[in-house]
T-cell receptor
Framework: KNQVEQSPQSLIILEGKNCTLQ??????????LRWYKQDTGRGPVSLTI?????NTKSNGRYTATLDADTKQSSLHITASQLSDSASYIC????????????FGGGTRLMVKP | DAEITQSPRHKITETGRQVTLACHQT?????MFWYRQDLGHGLRLIHY???????NKGEVSDGYSVSRSNTEDLPLTLESAASSQTSVYFC???????????FGQGTRLTVV
């Protein structure tokens, strides 16, 4: 069964600090990996989409990495801001007919002043 | 601007009642999806559609149905609401397989 595991489940950091969120997956065959940001009471919003051949991708202060060999990804947030407080969800798409998405449980990040 | 909207945003209903949640997108996307989000679980797929008159069951489809009569709408119906269906429901759409999915704002459903 396809699975996506994220760690930590929750994280508290001070404003201005950096942090890294982890994602391990067992989805096969792999198509792409996405990171979403979900603010409280809102729907998820895409941050990055990475295919097999991409090792790193940035979106402003967010940088995602992908190691397809070890089936791991990370999301690094630089110089955190209060507005970064949200849940971050790792989502992996398989390469079978249908390209189904498997969602991780998310990491809840709280940035404190 | 193109968008995806869900209605209502909040709903309280009684056990056994039929409930329909609406999802409308203006991107002209072929693919539409319904997910539920519960504490301790990632988003789980309920039903999905790859085009008009196409519907498919997802991981947690029991007790739910959908219909796709046009490109823009994919309403989700709970035939006989149960307390276990209390959840936050998200609709999403995408242009094609493997492409970015855009999510609605969610509907918080409480079954009492």
């Amino acid at each position: 069964k396809n699975q996506v595991e994220q760690s930590p489940q929750s994280l508290i950091i001070l404003e201005g600090k950096n942090c890294t969120l982890q994602c391990n997956y067992t989805v096969s065959p792999f198509s792409n990996l996405r990171w979403y940001k979900q603010d409280t009471g809102r729907g998820p919003v895409s941050l990055t989409i990475m295919t097999f051949s991409e090792n790193t991708k940035s979106n402003g202060r967010y940088t995602a990495t992908l190691d397809a060999d070890t089936k791991q990804s990370s999301l690094h947030i630089t110089a955190s801001q209060l507005s970064d407080s949200a849940s971050y969800i790792c989502v992996v798409s398989d390469n079978n007919a249908g390209n189904m998405l498997t969602f991780g449980g998310g990491t809840r990040l709280m940035v404190k002043p | 601007d193109a968008e995806i909207t869900q209605s209502p945003r909040h709903k309280i209903t009684e056990t056994g009642r039929q409930v329909t949640l609406a999802c409308h997108q203006t991107w002209n996307h072929n693919n539409m999806f319904w997910y539920r989000q519960d504490l301790g679980h990632g988003l789980r797929l309920i039903h999905y559609s790859y085009g008009v008159h196409d519907t498919n069951k997802g991981e947690v489809s029991d007790g739910y149905s959908v219909s796709r009569s046009n490109t823009e709408d994919l309403p989700l119906t709970l035939e006989s609401a149960a307390s276990s269906q209390t959840s936050v429901y998200f609709c999403a759409s995408s242009t094609g397989l493997g492409t970015e999915a855009f999510f609605g704002q969610g509907t918080r459903l409480t079954v009492v």
